[in-house]
């Protein structure tokens, strides 16, 4: 056993853990934090994504002795105050889930590519998300709900987010007109 | 919520972009997948399996893992063999199907690699899977079947040596004989062209994102199970049956579940003995997968050999369609998984008006993970095949694949139309989603971009590929299912609960794993008995919660769940009409309802709202006689006909011919799904669907190595596709709304995923046609694309052997090996 | 799932590294980013007794200017590698490379060092360094030793650096004159790793290619200079056609390992076409 301290969340912990305990195994099993989840056991899919000191990491590809000292956030302390982080609330108002499993991940890996790029391209979210893998909404809304956070992050009025209140099917998709005709 | 989604009285809900219900839990990581859950007492399952194919068990050697800290038992198929029963296939689609029995453990013979052959029960999850590596088990190698077309020769090896050959079934359907169509021989015989090919449908992974787990709790001699199933009803009832634990002593609950696609849609080894385990030990337990598990042993889809004829004359118009299909079973039979093909036998006709069609298809078994339903479960295999096909008559006969297509198609004033497979198809207009999606794609100028490029030989040369398509959901009428020798009925069962504040729980039991029921049940609900969205809760997958369903798969929640509820909202408004005739003092024939309120028709101001009805309902203090003071109900929705989503998809492909690397430059389709609940939950299913149907065709394949070991058994190698490796894709939909169902809802789950991968095939081809290319096998690997360019043929079988980087395959199962590389 | 057991050391100074190493016996296994050894030792294919984590070692951390090098900590990571403005400067093709590697989590996590001691053949950065004749500084019980990167590689996940040595840093010469730099990777998706790809760096005079250095990733077990294209390009005009003959050399002594992605015929093919665009673009055709 090895002994550690963390902050997650905001909180202070002191553990033991065994060396080989991952990250996402003390996170989930020992704090509870069941937000993060596993999906892979290769690094592939991004479900376990949480911020080691500010950067996106896969917390089944981090030994929880490697995160000794340092702050982590999970997809649970995104949040500020009770309100949702804008990445948060851009997933939900472009349907940029469904089964939501991997959708912490996805979240997470988004919050840190726009620290990096506030203003990404379609082709630079797309990019940026690469190391998360989604199997139901093949991406597209994903990519709205993250160009729309970025917006919104920027406080810029000329972006998506000025249309917040729009559904997305009616802002960017052929589907609109079509849908628009229905009795 | 915002300004857009504020009830302004009579303002719909059906048609609104509600955003869900479901994501507040989701986005926050505040929900409940069954890996979350942890119980008093738990113990922990690992499960040792066979690294080898095919094997009958010389000696199994547990006694240093039952010595190993923390472990509580290690379980044997020898111990469990007495009462594990056969995990169940409820689809003998022959009369003489053979199936030769399904444990959840091996206890002689392992006729696949990952099959269980023992189970670890520990205090932690880490001290069962260190105990795995101790079990020491002997196999004695018997011949590894992997190949079809070699398992039904005379003289093959056999899977099952018990069995007189690998052949598990052989199913007909032919038109001339069902009295649907004419007699295909002569068809043939007077054809003035016959275009046969032979399409090979993969062996595919549903690789939901959430591994499966299992947890069982027994109290007393009930048990209940939180299962990462799409299927809980369906999982009571055989589980019951398997095991012998009677059916009201058990309760299964699927909470969150983190997509299925047809993976979650058996009762699986792994569900039974967690089961066992916990009867046996009388403690909670849980098993959860780890993703090379889960690839290596969850069952596969796809994997059919196609050999395809068409008839035509020389004008193009069809006369005759002939399939034959070898499908593999794998080693066992699942819940579906012959049926799987069946489903496909009424599809292989598509849109067009073929005089005489013959079907057969033989099951076939080998030493593989069994298959069952993925994604559209029998029916992208016949939208392949057919759109596949038409695009290779058009080719023989000089003719544009559209036109072709256009000539043969169902015309709009045809509808509802019988076709040659005997399905009354119900309605739809193949022209105008055609055109839609033409002017969504820029149809004309990329056709002027493609010669430009074709003139000039430009090493990346575009295609445009065309799918048109057609297919059966909402499974499914149960007389139908019935006819076709299925083991359960098709109906969707649904209540409602008037509370006494007013607020509406509807109790469904079509349980979702990631669909938005909650949000899409909610709308018709509101619609119905006309209350706001947010007070409506949707209640599902709990079987003491929702004790009748038949669950979640075949694009049918919303055709037939949804229709349920519609179903029961009726009732409970005629339920209430009599209260509020009774408490408004009118008569029941003089009350109007609308907007959620009874008003006495000629007598402004005197109404009474449903939701206040509730209430005085529940104080039951004055109520008409002779009836029960209540205005809950339910309702048991069973429809009499399949409906018949469809579309037209294009896909723009640009292919380079010095690396054979494809890619998508554009991808467009118009879909018509019937009434639209909620179009963006409508559009998400659409782009799921493209982006699993468009991996099958570029990305994704199981590979097996010659001993039967899973070669793609990690995401390194098995490959899903990432955000950047899909296109944009615009879509859009025509409206024919179903009249089979009250809502007018197709189904929309599988469309996208049916649809598409013979619009990207196709989309290959014509890029490369002129270079003298007329197949490419799936997936499009560059080198596939690059061998049939530069050396003819489909592109050949791929390397087996993994790649270098970081992988594993279930050779390196963890009872194997342990040593550093 | 989760790895087998392992004592753990964390060193905070090289030497620290070194005696921990000393003392961790055969089975020691050490931890850079962790973003190749940790998946292996999930599905337990490595199940090292002893794990050193040079996490702590602040002074393998970093990228600095040292006379006519850029000198690499061993354990500064790809983020930081693609951040550095001196890496951007003086070796673009170094950022254009790891660029491609993995995505953004690993990038973060994952290590310069670690990724070339890992030595996996379609690794990206072997063949980079490779091509920019990096020097390898590798701290052992006896003192630093300083190797080509033509020494480096040795085999298939095999370097020079022998048990009980530690990688601590990378020099990337300076490259003087005017040259130009592209990494040409072709894979199928975006997570995959390499089917092949070509690291090229061009010097361009008057015209004409004065100097090339090739790198080929995952032609072999180890990555491999194309010194047959190197040689025509060497004074070769710089014209399309030019340069296509001369990368029609690129496979030339090649033996790529036929797998799931490629066969070794086809790997020898992509070489040629990747060289070529490689070249190129690198050479601003």
Known sequence: MTRISVRVDGASYDDDVEPRTLLVHYLREQLGKVGTVVGCDTSNCGACTVHVDGEAVKSCTVFAVQADGAEVTTIEGVGQGGELHPVQKAFHEMHGLQCGYCTPGMIMASIDLLGENPDPSDDEVREGIEGNLCRCTGYQNIVRAVRHAAADMRGNGSGPSANGHVAPAEVDTAAAPHVVGQA | MTAVEERTGTEKEIGKARRRKEDARLITGRTTWTDNMVLPGMLHLAVVRSPVAHARIAHVDVSAAQEAPGVVAVLTGRDLAEEQGSLPCAWPVTPDMVNPGHPSIAV????????????????????????????????????????????????????????????????????????????????????????????????????????????????????????????????????????????????????????????????????????????????????????????????????????????????????????????????????????VPVLGAFMFNGIYKFPAYRFECDGIFTNKVPTDAYRGAGRPEATFAIERIMDELAAELGMDPLELRRKNWIRAEEFPFTTVAGLQYDSGDYETATQQALELLGYDELREEQRRRRESNDPVQLGIGISTFTEMCGLAPSRVLGSLSFGAGGWEHASIRMLPTGKVEVVTGSTPHGQGHETAWSQLVADSLGVPFEDVEVLHGDTAISSRGLDTYGSRSLVVGGSAVVKAADKVIAKARRIAAHLLEASEDDLDFADGKFSVRGTPGASLGIQEIALAIFAAHNYPEGIEPSIDAEATFDPENFSFPHGTHLCAMEVDTETGFVKIRKYACVDDVGTIVNPLIVEGQVHGGLAQGIAQALYEEAVYDADGNLTTGTFVDYLVPAASDLPHFDTGNTVHTAPGNPIGAKGVGEAGCIASTPAVVNAALDAVRHLGVSDIRMPLTPERVWRAIHAGGDGGDRASARTNAQAVDSSDAPSTTGGAR | MIPAPFEYARPTTVDEVLQALAEGGEDVKVLAGGQSLIPVMRLRLAAPETVVDLGRVAELRGVREEDDAIVVGAMTTHSDVLADPLIRQYAPLVAEATATVADRQVRHRGTFGGALVHADPAGDLPAVALALDADFVIAGPEGRRTIGASEFFVDYLTTAVQEGELLVEVRLPKLAGSWGMHYAKFNRVAQAWSIVAVAAAVRREDGRIAEARIGLTNMGPTPLRARQVEEALAGAEATPEAVAAAAAHAAEGTEPSSDLNAQADYRQHLATVLTRRAVSTAAGL
Not at chain 2, 166 to 182: C, I, K, L, M, Q
């Open chain 2, 108 to 339: 002689d013979q392992v006729n696949h690699v990952g099959e269980a052959v023992a189970v670890i029960v520990a205090r932690s999850k880490a001290a069962a899977q260190d105990a795995v590596e101790l079990a020491d088990v002997d196999y004695e190698p018997l011949p590894v079947v992997l190949d079809m077309e070699q398992a039904v020769q005379d003289g093959a090896d056999l899977v099952h040596d018990h069995l007189e050959s690998n052949t598990s079934y052989h199913f007909v359907f032919d038109a001339g004989e069902a009295g649907t169509g004419a007699d295909t021989e002569q068809a043939f015989a007077d054809a003035d062209v016959v275009v046969s090919r032979r399409f090979v449908q993969q062996r595919l992974i549903p690789a939901f994102m959430e591994p499966r787990s299992v947890v069982v709790q027994p109290q007393g001699d009930n048990y209940t199970m939180w299962s990462a199933t799409q299927i809980p009803h369906i999982l009571r009832v055989m589980l019951a049956m398997v095991t012998g634990v009677p059916e009201h002593k058990l309760r299964v609950i699927a909470p969150d579940v983190g997509g299925g696609f047809g993976g979650k849609i058996t009762p699986t080894p792994e569900e039974v003995l967690s089961l066992l385990v916990a009867r046996r030990l009388g403690k909670p337990v849980k098993w959860t997968e780890t993703r090379s598990e889960s690839l290596m042993t969850a069952h596969h889809g796809r994997d059919q050999i196609q050999f395809i004829d068409i008839a035509a004359d020389r004008e193009g118009n069809v006369t005759g369609l002939k399939v034959r299909l070898l499908a593999d079973m794998g080693a066992y039979l699942r819940l579906v998984t012959p049926g």
